[in-house]
């Protein structure tokens, strides 16, 4: 190939990937399989490696850095990116509705979205390419993390349209999906949990290295032009059209509500579904369609005010512990869990929650048999929240942590100056079967295929008895092929998955050992 070919090439590598990043991470409409795409993509690292006067900052290849930079300089907002100001009731909704049609008049029509909780963006543009990114900061000044957003592969680094500037606001934010997993793998290295999804997202859009960012699985939905250079729009809806078409992940299934009434029976509706949402809101915006509209209400110093965050109540239920029951971690630490009578919360049933570990049951004085309050922290990890003392019979009983563990009846200890208990059998096999799980994740090996279910197949049929055992099932792929859920196209890609994963970079190696207190960041600089 040569160098005209491999430079038409690189181009056409990127349209490609551009439009299937756009597809998946955009659409949720995935037109090729993960396997075709990572090809894609290696092609054009090689390619770009045998020219790398050709790489653009735009290249898909380029939206991870290399190096951790040493801080995030300061960004002074064109435009002020403001807060809303919130409202409780109908009765608030109805005032705000008021005091709008007191300016403008009574013909006012209203847009609803969800008020996604994460953290809230400006991106720019210049002749159609990402030039920068900045937190909302106190909404005059923010933070530049334009090379961690670019980690974010539903923000185009290239729109669809050379437009010559655009600023746009977005809101960053974690799945739920994605946050549990998160806290799992922060549960196995024993590192702090994060509350919520939101302190997730802003956890790790302002991490110093773009490579921590890309492993955290953040998104955005963009929900306000906040500028922009040859082209106007009459409304707000007319605009989220116009992101669309220039490639932007807009805020999801908005309304256009011909009035208050309206717009009020659609923030029911959404009240009523968000417990079956992949992420988390905190409530919904009501904001004045017609941009004219807006211009004449205003603002204040702090707030616009054409808009609005309707704010739902948390949801807790009534219901009662059957019983405690002790699950047994990769590192093997013994984590309580709570049985409870299944109760609906927040749009799922919930039948089990965690409590933490032994201080937490203590402190709470939390006994088997108790009627509790239970919520979903952030909406979605159920917990008991709190005892209702005045209900107990005096049939209640505490718990205790086993002395010995669940898993293989080895000796359980509490180390000094730890609040975790923890087997230290060295062959247990919930350890194992959680150590490979890890060994298998995405921020360690990337072993596609490779989940829990599989997992338990082979070590259940003695396949594995360890990590290493993994680099050798190539010897049993006419086994594999008649395990339940395989079959000969699944048994091809995982035995190529495990291959593929001999290439990584050592630091994904040792992050694959699950070595107590050493996380990804570790990991790297050992390596």
């Given amino acids: 190939m040569n160098n005209k070919d491999i430079e038409k090439?690189?181009?056409?590598?990127?349209?490609?990937?551009?439009?299937?990043?756009?597809?998946?991470?955009?659409?949720d409409n995935p037109e090729i399989s993960d396997f075709e795409y990572d090809a894609l993509y290696r092609e054009l690292e090689e390619l770009e490696a045998l020219r790398p006067d050709l790489v653009t900052p735009d290249s898909p290849t380029q939206r991870v850095g290399g190096k951790p930079l040493e801080g995030f300089e300061k960004v002074v907002h064109s435009i002020q990116m403001q807060s809303l100001s919130d409202v409780f009731s109908e009765e608030e909704l109805y005032a705000f509705d008021s005091r709008?049609?007191?300016?403008?008049?009574?013909?006012?029509?209203?847009?609803?979205?969800?008020?996604?909780?994460?953290l809230s963006v400006s991106l720019e543009y210049e002749n159609g390419r990402f030039i920068r990114g900045s937190t909302r900061g106190d909404g005059i000044v923010g933070e530049d993390v334009t090379q961690n957003l670019k980690t974010i592969k539903s923000i185009p680094l290239v729109l669809n349209e050379d437009i010559p500037y655009l600023e746009v606001r977005g809101e960053v934010f974690m799945s739920k999906k994605d946050f549990i997993k998160l806290n799992e793998e922060q549960e196995s290295l024993e590192q702090p949990l994060f509350a919520n999804p939101r302190n997730a997202a802003a956890g790790s859009l302002r991490q110093l290295d773009p490579k921590i960012t890309a492993s955290r699985k953040l998104d955005i939905y963009v929900f306000n032009v906040q500028n922009i250079e040859g082209k106007s729009f009459k409304t707000h809806s007319e605009s989220l059209e116009y992101l669309k078409i220039l490639g932007f992940k807009v805020s999801p299934d908005y309304k256009v509500c011909k009035n208050i009434k309206e717009a009020m029976e659609e923030i029911e509706r959404i009240g009523e579904s968000r417990g079956e949402m992949p992420f988390e809101i905190d409530g919904a915006v009501v904001k004045v369609n017609s941009l004219e509209h807006r211009r004449l209400l205003g603002s204040t110093s702090k707030t616009p005010r054409w808009a609005v965050a309707y704010k739902y109540p948390a949801e807790r239920k009534q219901t009662k512990i059957k019983e405690i029951w002790v699950n047994v971690g990769?590192?093997?630490?013994?984590?309580?869990?709570?049985?409870?009578?299944?109760?609906?919360?927040?749009?799922?049933?919930?039948?089990?929650?965690?409590?933490?570990?032994?201080?937490?049951?203590?402190?709470?004085?939390?006994?088997?048999?108790?009627?509790?309050?239970?919520?979903?922290?952030?909406?979605?990890?159920?917990?008991?929240?709190?005892?209702?003392?005045?209900?107990?019979?005096?049939?209640?009983?505490?718990?205790?942590m086993p002395k010995r563990c669940p898993a293989c009846n080895s000796e359980v200890v509490r180390e000094e100056g730890e609040v975790a208990y923890r087997c230290i059998g060295i062959e247990c096999p919930a350890q194992l079967f959680r150590s490979i799980v890890h060994f298998a994740s995405r921020d360690a090996m990337n072993i596609d295929g490779l989940g829990p279910a599989i997992i338990e197949a082979l070590l259940n049929k003695g396949f594995i008895k360890g990590v290493a055992d993994l680099y050798y099932l190539h010897e049993k792929r006419d086994e594999l092929v008649n395990m339940e859920r395989m079959g000969k196209k699944s048994t091809e890609n995982l035995l190529n998955s495990i291959e593929r994963s001999k290439s990584n970079n050592i630091d994904r190696l040792i992050t694959g050992f699950g070595i107590r207190h050493i996380g990804l960041r570790a990991a790297q600089l050992l390596s």
Wanted: charged share 35%.
């Fill in 9 to 27: 090439r690189i181009l056409e590598l990127r349209k490609i990937i551009n439009y299937h990043d756009y597809k998946y991470y955009v659409e």
């Fill in 100 to 118: 709008v049609r007191e300016v403008v008049g009574d013909e006012v029509e209203y847009v609803v979205e969800k008020k996604i909780d994460g």
């Fill in 330 to 400: 990769r590192t093997g630490v013994l984590t309580p869990n709570a049985v409870l009578e299944p109760v609906r919360l927040a749009g799922t049933t919930v039948s089990r929650a965690t409590l933490h570990n032994m201080d937490y049951i203590r402190e709470k004085d939390i006994r088997i048999g108790d009627t509790v309050w239970v919520q979903k922290a952030g909406d979605i990890i159920p917990e008991v929240v709190e005892v209702l003392y005045d209900k107990r019979t005096g049939e209640e009983k505490e718990f205790e």
